[in-house]
C-alpha cells in the first residue's frame, strides 16, 4: 500500500510500517515545548478511563522528526487511545456546562471553541460529539496561532451528536460519518490534549 506518497507494509495490528528511507535532516533534533500538565484538570475526574479498540493506525515517515520513538507503533498506540478518550471527556464537561475543566483535554482553538459553545448555550441547548473511528493517519503539522508544534490526525469513521436540554436531559442522538482533520499537542506526563478539530 501507499502512505504519504511512500511505500509501506502494514505490521502488527494494523500499524502501517514504512520502507522508505527517511533523510537525516529529518532525523535532526526537534525541541517541541510542552504543556505544563500537572496545572491542567485530570480528565479521569470528569469520567474514568475504560478499554477503548483502537482502528487501523497508519504514520507518514516524517514524524521520525519529533524523534525515533515516532517509528514505534506503540507510540501512536498512545496518542490514539488518548485522542478517543478526550472527545468524551470533553462531551461530558459541555453536558455539565463547566468551562473550567475543559482545559483538561482541550487547548488553543478547539478550547476556546468549546468555551464558546458554553457560553453561547448556558440557558438553552447544547450539543456534544463523540466519535469511534475507522482509521487514523498520523503526520506533522504547523499551525499558525498555536505554541510549539502539534501533530495531525486524518481520521475517518462515525460521529455520534448528542443534544442536551439546559438540565442535562438528552433532547436527541443521532450517528453520523465523519472525516476529520484533527491537531494535538503533549503534556509533560505523555498526555495529549485537542488543539483542533475539524
Do not use: C
Not at 500537572?38 to 507518514?60: H, Y
Not at 522528526?65 to 487511545?81: H, S
Not at 448528542?162 to 438528552?170: E, H, L, P
Amino acid at each position: 500500500m501507499s502512505v504519504a506518497g511512500v511505500s509501506a507494509v502494514i505490521g502488527p495490528a494494523g500499524y502501517a510500517v514504512a520502507l522508505a528511507d527517511v533523510s537525516d535532516r529529518a532525523r535532526e533534533p526537534h525541541t517541541t515545548p510542552v504543556l505544563a500538565v500537572e496545572t491542567l484538570p485530570d480528565p479521569t475526574t470528569v469520567l474514568p478511563r475504560t478499554a477503548i479498540a483502537l482502528p487501523p493506525i497508519t504514520f507518514d515517515p516524517a514524524m521520525v522528526m519529533f524523534g525515533d520513538e515516532y517509528t514505534a507503533p506503540l507510540t501512536y498506540n498512545r496518542i490514539a487511545n488518548e485522542l478517543l478518550f478526550a472527545p468524551k471527556v470533553e462531551a461530558e464537561i459541555l453536558r455539565r456546562r463547566d468551562a473550567d475543566l475543559l482545559r483538561a483535554v482541550d487547548h488553543g482553538n478547539r478550547l476556546d471553541q468549546m468555551r464558546q459553545a458554553i457560553a453561547d448555550a448556558t440557558n438553552g441547548w447544547i450539543t456534544t460529539s463523540a466519535y469511534t473511528f475507522a482509521s487514523m493517519h498520523f503526520h506533522p503539522v504547523l499551525r499558525g496561532g498555536q505554541s510549539g508544534s502539534v501533530i495531525g490526525v486524518d481520521a475517518s469513521g462515525v460521529e455520534r451528536v448528542v443534544v442536551y436540554d439546559a438540565r442535562g436531559g438528552v433532547v436527541s442522538e443521532r450517528e453520523v460519518a465523519v472525516s476529520l482533520s484533527i491537531a494535538v499537542r503533549e503534556g509533560i506526563d505523555h498526555r495529549w490534549v485537542i488543539v483542533d478539530l475539524r
